[in-house]
């Protein structure tokens, strides 16, 4: 089994930067790709970014050149580094990965974490 597990939310103030961190643990072959979505009070869940096991990256128009997405060296953790916060940035985050359980699985899995709240007062 394969848990998700974010870590770095908290309280900021307009402007500043927070940088959140999420931890895949548990048994797997292969990690397809991670990312980050979020969700406002009252609002659909929205991607933030997300990267695969190639090192593509993909942002959502409201974060482009403010967050920044990366991965350690073992793939297992994910980073999102956000810069320049306001207040709309407030929500959720989720940590979000596609996972290839073991060498003869023929298709992948995808995985939620608890979430982390982020904060941004103005």
């Known amino acids: 089994q394969v848990h998700l597990l974010e870590s770095g939310g908290g309280l900021v103030q307009a402007g500043g930067s927070l940088t959140l961190s999420c931890q895949a643990s548990?048994?797997?072959?292969?990690?397809?790709?991670m990312g980050w979505y979020r969700q406002a009070p009252g609002k659909e869940r929205e991607l933030v970014a997300i990267?695969?096991?190639?090192?593509?990256?993909n942002y959502g128009d409201s974060v482009k050149g403010r967050f920044a997405i990366s991965r350690d060296y073992n793939d297992r953790t994910l980073y999102l580094q956000m810069n320049s916060l306001t207040p709309e940035d407030t929500a959720v985050y989720y940590c979000?990965?596609?996972?290839?359980?073991?060498?003869?699985?023929?298709?992948?899995?995808?995985?939620w974490g608890q979430g982390t709240q982020v904060t941004v007062s103005s």
């Open positions: 979000n990965a596609d996972i290839i359980p073991t060498m003869s699985s023929t298709r992948s899995n995808n995985y």
């Open positions: 548990g048994s797997l072959f292969s990690i397809i790709a």
């Open positions: 990267r695969t096991r190639g090192g593509n990256t």
